[in-house]
Structures are given as structure tokens and as C-alpha cells.
């Protein structure tokens, strides 16, 4: 099943999908396990600078995988160039590893990306990618690696 815009506002706003499996741990754990920028973005929903991830511009075949608890998130045949400095998918590899949470923190209605195992911050998903979806998932390279 195709994930719509549609499909991801009632997610967020009714409750997400079951993950496949939980990863928690506490915050010192992830610090001994992530680099400074790694736990900066994908504990403390953080940025990376556009343009600066090293998956803005790769599009070898491959799975995406999340940075903290490697569950597998996007394949390579999904991703994009948007333009925008940050790799883009249109489509999760499953229904149920990505969280949405309404975001309106910049004063404007957006949908945060979390991984649904671990709660990691991915980045944000948006209604302006290319069919069939329609859907760009802008992610944080720190958040992710690529599985051969």
C-alpha cells in the first residue's frame, strides 16, 4: 500500500502504527553509542546544515537503515533529488518504521519523521515530492545508514 498525505495526517493526529519491535535506551546509553552530531539530531530533533550530509547526493542502490537501532526505514529506489540539501525518499520500506507527529513549531503545520522503533528524530515528511506518492521524506543523513 502506497502511503498518502491523506494516510499520514490521520496517523499523526490518531495514532501511529504498531512498530515492529521497541528499542529504548537512556540517554547515556545513546551518547556511548552515537558521535555528538548523531545524538545531537536524532535525540535532541536537531539539523544537520543542508547539503552537508553525506547522503545528500549518493543514490547507489541499498537499503537506509536508522543510525540508532538499524531498522531498515527507505530503500535507494525511493530516493530523490529534491533540491532542498537533505536526501529525500517517497516512500518508507514499511507502513509501520516511521512515527508522525505534527510539528507547528516554526509557526507553520508540518509533519515530524520519527523512527517508530526507537523514537530516533529523522526529519520531516511534506505533500511536494513526485508521483506516486507525492511525498517527500526529508531526513537527516546523520539519522541514517546505508545497509549494503
Known amino acids: 500500500m502506497i502511503i498518502t498525505w491523506y494516510i499520514i495526517l490521520k ?3 490518531e495514532g501511529n502504527a504498531e512498530p515492529p519491535r521497541r528499542v ?3 540517554d547515556e546509553e545513546w551518547k556511548k553509542v552515537l558521535t555528538e552530531e548523531e545524538y545531537y539530531v536524532t ?3 536537531g539539523t544537520e546544515r543542508p547539503g552537508s550530509g553525506a547522503f545528500c547526493s549518493a543514490f547507489d542502490p541499498g537499503i537506509y537503515a536508522c543510525k540508532c537501532c538499524k531498522t531498515l526505514l527507505f530503500d535507494a529506489t525511493t530516493k530523490f533529488e529534491s533540491g532542498t540539501g537533505w536526501p529525500s525518499f517517497t516512500q518508507p520500506i514499511a507502513n ?3 512515527k ?3 510539528d507547528n513549531s516554526l509557526s507553520r503545520e508540518r509533519v515530524e519523521t520519527r523512527c517508530n522503533v526507537c523514537d530516533a528524530h529523522l526529519g520531516h515528511v511534506f505533500p511536494d ?5 507525492g511525498l517527500r521524506y526529508c531526513m537527516n543523513s ?3 545508514e ?3
Open 11 to 13: 496517523l499523526a493526529t
Open 129 to 133: 515530492g513526485p508521483e506516486p506518492s
Open 142 to 144: 546523520l539519522a541514517l
Open 24 to 26: 529504548e535506551k537512556t
Open 146 to 148: 546505508k545497509v549494503k
Open 96 to 98: 509501520n518504521v516511521i
Open 100 to 102: 508522525y507527529i505534527l
Open 43 to 45: 535525540r535532541k530533533h
